[in-house]
């Protein structure tokens, strides 16, 4: 009796459940299918890292004994879809049943539940355990609130785990956020370590120029490519940030600045979003640095509450609320996707930045993500659709089940408040408080309107006037409303006026400032 035991792009772990039990005779499916890199124009080098991950994990596998059928992209017989490699390999190994893993995305759940029809074998997907929170316990944590809020989430996977506790009740430090404490903007002077990267080897070089000759349109750039596409890479990558931007990276995980794209943060989502990583190995690492006094603890924390908390509550809620999620759009955005969200053509310096240095490493940090180019987007009323799809292409760590809720709720506030209590807008002044972009900028941070005002100015309070009878019931909108109130009805005609205007143009494709700047990426 044969088992045909599947292993999907973002499952390269050793202990996957659909992995337990191998025997021999059983035969595990791994299957590069442009399906999945096409699905949405994946960035080139998310493309590369999964599929190099896969190459380098079918090895090992082989490496332990087992029986790998492994269909690479330009394989003629590649039916190119997961659901025809399954059929295809199920007739040939003469497979009695499939086991797989629960997938990260609705639409591959959809896909494996008709297989069992499409084959004529028994299908079982097993839950992925690799998460600290399984669905079903997600959904009872949930239950019948009203609300759902991470911090208690949060509050009670730190209960459950023991991570940071000193006593059953009792967090380390006498407290469970130091949140407060990690807002600082980088001092001048102070130079980040750079993380470890990764030199392709002979069969990620492979890959590369497969990509580069299978999908030369998609958005991104290769030549710096060095993610960890082994276990034992990523494992190294840990290490690297443990040693050298953990102690540092509470203080300043919400700061912004020219020329540094990591600054002292882990770039860990990638291999923990493709199974290189184990999330509580990684907790554990960094909470071992705190007891050796090797890092503080507010770093510590943050670091932790943004994998035990946030990491595992936005999957729990993905799957909680889809498939309904992703068609939310509680504020009627409908504006079209600027083109400069792909050429990084923009006067704005902090958001050409991020995309800059997201086109050349597929990487940009959570307020960058949040609270530029996701601010921006909010602001400008943009379909939540499109921006959605824009998350997902251009990041290496993006998979459906973390960039949905995420973008959906936190960045657009599109769910209505399931995600967060209020929407996280916000004009020029955060920018300037959090970075140095705008020393530089073509636009002006402290003029409201008028010639040369940062657009996140007027468009903020654009944003605020035209949702204003929307956020009246909302308590944490009530000191911008008051604002607004008191603001002279002249300035706020005159916001809106340019707010339309510079909006309209950037659907032209023009923006006013650009050619005067010369910012061209």
Known sequence: MTTLRLVLGDQCSEGLSALEGVAPGDVVLMAEVRAECTYVRHHKQKIVLVLSAMRHFSELLRQRGINVDYVKLDDPANTQTLAGEVARAAAAHGASRIVCTHPGEFRVLADMQGWEKATGLPVEIRDDTRFLCSIDRFRAWAGEKKQLRMEYFYREMRRASGLLMEAPDEPAGGQWNFDAENR??????????????????????????????????????????????????????????????LPRFGDYQDAMAEGEATLFHALVGAALNCGLLRPMEVCRAAEAAWRRGDAPLNAVEGFVRQILGWREYVRGLYWLKMPGYRDTNALEAHRRLPWLYWSGETAMACMAAAIGQTRDLAYAHHIQRLMVTGNFALLAGIEP????????????????????????????????????????????????????????????????????????????????????????????????????????????????????????????????????SGRLL
């Open 184 to 245: 600082a903007a980088l001092p001048a002077g102070l130079v980040p370590p750079k993380p470890r990267r990764f030199a392709p080897d002979a069969l990620t070089r492979e890959v590369m120029e497969l990509v580069e000759r299978e999908f030369p349109d998609h958005f991104g750039k290769l030549q710096k490519f060095g993610w960890p596409v082994t276990a034992a890479q990523a494992g190294q990558a840990l290490e690297d940030f443990i040693a050298h931007r």
């Open 385 to 516: 659709a499109e921006v959605n799809d824009w998350y997902m292409v251009v990041y290496a760590d993006a998979y459906e089940w973390v960039e949905l809720p995420n973008v959906q709720g936190m960045a657009l506030h599109a769910d209505g408040g399931v995600m967060a209590s209020k929407p996280y807008a916000a004009s020029g002044a955060y920018i300037n408080r959090m970075s140095n972009h705008c020393r530089g900028c073509a636009y002006d941070v402290k003029r409201p309107t008028g010639k040369g005002a940062c657009p996140f100015n007027f468009l903020y309070w654009d944003f605020i006037a035209r949702h204003s009878a929307r956020f009246a019931k909302n308590p944490r909108m009530a000191m911008p409303l008051r604002t607004l109130a008191r603001m002279d009805p002249q300035k706020v005609a005159a916001m809106r006026a340019e707010a339309k205007a510079f909006l309209d143009a950037l659907e032209g494709g023009v923006e006013p400032m650009r050619a005067a």
